[in-house]
């Protein structure tokens, strides 16, 4: 591992799903290669009864179990001992929406600890005790947290210097500029009746580039209509007659 390479450390009740898919791959390779770390802590080792226990019963009723503060709190502290100035990010739907920005401003930094939930969740307590940052993969309920890690550890690791080729480029990437991607297309010419759009083989670049903007602001607009509206205001506040 290179001295400076990205660490990443995961608090699991299950440590056996990493690296899993992130093993595999671009992600693999530069794990390999040393590129990043990844570390997994089992949070059920901080458990302090002779059942191991790490959840408990929702104060007030209802259903499902809630992670104990005292065990999930003892797992904490053992990272925080080691890695205390690294973002502490939490897995969990009432977290702020992942983004490509908070993405890649976590791929410049030196690495993040991830704690993942099981179960109802957390002990609300916990994200008052700790400076923790509680991160959503999307408006939808998975039944752990470690798939919603897998998702954000790949998105920060493809970023890591080193690790996209040279060919690839994360510049023009759906989310730059709030616009999704353009389309794309490769050979055959013709498929299944189907012609890739003429202009791509125009070799005039800047028409090309022209084409590809145009549809990426068809895209986005038809699809993501939250997105469009961030990009016409920043057009807006880009333009010489624009508020800033
Ligand atoms: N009762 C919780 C709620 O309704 O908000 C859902 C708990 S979920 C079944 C169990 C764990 O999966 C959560 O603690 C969290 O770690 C993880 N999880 C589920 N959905 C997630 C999402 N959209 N983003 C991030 N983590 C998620």
Request: glycine share 10%; aromatic share 8%; net charge neutral.
């Amino acid at each position: 591992m290179t001295n400076n390479a990205f660490a990443a450390t995961v608090l699991t009740l299950y440590p056996e799903m990493f690296p899993g898919p992130i093993g595999l791959s671009l992600a693999g390779s530069a794990l390999k290669s040393g590129l990043w770390s990844l570390k997994t802590l089992d949070i059920r080792d901080y458990a302090t009864d002779k059942h191991r226990s790490v959840d408990d019963s929702p104060s007030g009723g209802g259903a499902g179990m809630v992670l104990r503060p005292d065990v999930v709190g003892l797992s904490i502290q053992a990272v925080l001992a080691k890695a205390s100035s690294l973002p502490f990010l939490v897995m969990t739907p009432r977290g702020k929406p992942l983004t490509q920005s908070r993405v890649k401003a976590l791929a410049a930094g030196s690495g993040v600890n991830i704690l993942c939930g099981r179960f109802e969740g957390f002990d609300e307590r916990l994200f008052e005790h700790y400076p923790l940052e509680p991160v959503s993969v999307g408006d939808y309920v998975l039944s752990g947290g470690e798939p919603a890690a897998l998702v954000l550890l790949d998105a920060i690791v493809r970023l890591l210097p080193g690790v996209m080729g040279k060919s690839a480029s994360a510049e023009d990437e759906s989310f730059e500029g709030y616009l999704l991607e353009y389309p794309h297309y490769t050979r055959p010419r013709e498929w299944e009746g189907r012609m890739i759009p003429e202009i791509l083989h125009s070799g005039d670049h800047a028409k090309i580039a022209a084409w590809r903007q145009q549809k990426a602001e068809e895209h986005t607009r038809l699809w993501r209509p939250d997105l469009w509206e961030h990009y016409l205001a920043s057009k807006i506040r880009k333009s010489p007659s624009g508020t800033q």
